[in-house]
């Protein structure tokens, strides 16, 4: 299982950030979760979100507001966009399979794409 | 929704043993058998190192091992090698279909 992401690497401030997850190797239909997880310089892991096959989402609270996560079947694609860039945006982006259950109370990523460094700036 | 409680560092010399803690809440740690931890390396992305509290994904180590009491989960590295300086990272589901990290750990071979 191989993932890469794809994208700007910069982006405005206020500005929308687009960024696509390509996966190789599994099948996207294949009954995982897929998920975004950022890092900010020198700082630790946030979970973006994550989506089924079905286009079921899954949001962090605290980003819900501003993230839209689709899945693309046909091209076995995920993507991300973010609105209202700010500087605090400023992290490497991660996707990854995500086993999520909710209904099992699981929860890890197995595979990650190596990141891209988005920085916002004017 | 606060991150995990890990130690910001932890240290040990070659061929000891390391234990690195992992605290949540009833909400997150206590409430689900769903704690995995990740290893870094600068400038790489994370790597599952135990998922399921105490679970060891096909190739990791068995000098890897994860517990779970209360709302506290632990990651012991055993035989500690120079390989293992990393940061580590705990993840937890958490209630209402979320998932949380901890801070993250720095690990040290001295």
């Known amino acids: 299982v191989q993932l890469q992401e794809s994208g700007p690497g910069v982006v405005k401030p206020s500005e929308t950030l687009s960024l696509t997850c390509g996966v190789s190797g599994f099948p996207i239909s294949g009954g995982y979760y897929w998920g975004w997880v950022r890092q900010p310089p020198g700082k630790g892991l946030e979970w973006i979100g994550s989506?089924?096959?079905?286009?079921?989402?899954h949001y962090n609270s605290s980003l819900r507001s501003r993230v839209t996560i689709s899945v693309d079947t046909p091209k076995n694609q995920f993507s991300l966009k973010l609105s209202s860039m700010i500087a605090a945006d400023t992290a490497v982006y991660y996707c990854?399979?995500?086993?999520?259950?909710?209904?099992?109370?699981?929860?890890?990523?197995?595979?990650w794409g190596q990141g891209i460094l988005v920085t916002v700036s004017s | 929704q606060s991150a995990l409680t890990q130690p910001r560092s932890v240290s040990g010399s070659p061929g000891q043993s390391v234990t690195i803690a992992c605290t949540g809440t009833s909400s997150d740690v206590g409430g689900y058998d769903s704690v995995s931890w990740y290893q870094q390396y600068p400038g790489k992305a994370p790597k599952l190192m135990i998922y399921d509290v105490n679970k060891r994904p096909s190739g990791v180590p068995y000098r890897f091992s994860g517990s779970k009491s209360g709302n506290t989960a632990s990651l012991t590295i055993s035989g500690l090698q120079a390989e293992d300086e990393a940061d580590y990272y705990c993840c937890s589901y958490a209630d209402t279909y979320s998932l949380i990290f901890g801070g993250g750990t720095k690990l040290t071979v001295l």
């Open positions: 990854a399979r995500h086993l999520h259950s909710p209904d099992m109370g699981r929860t890890y990523f197995d595979y």
């Open positions: 989506i089924y096959q079905s286009g079921n989402t």
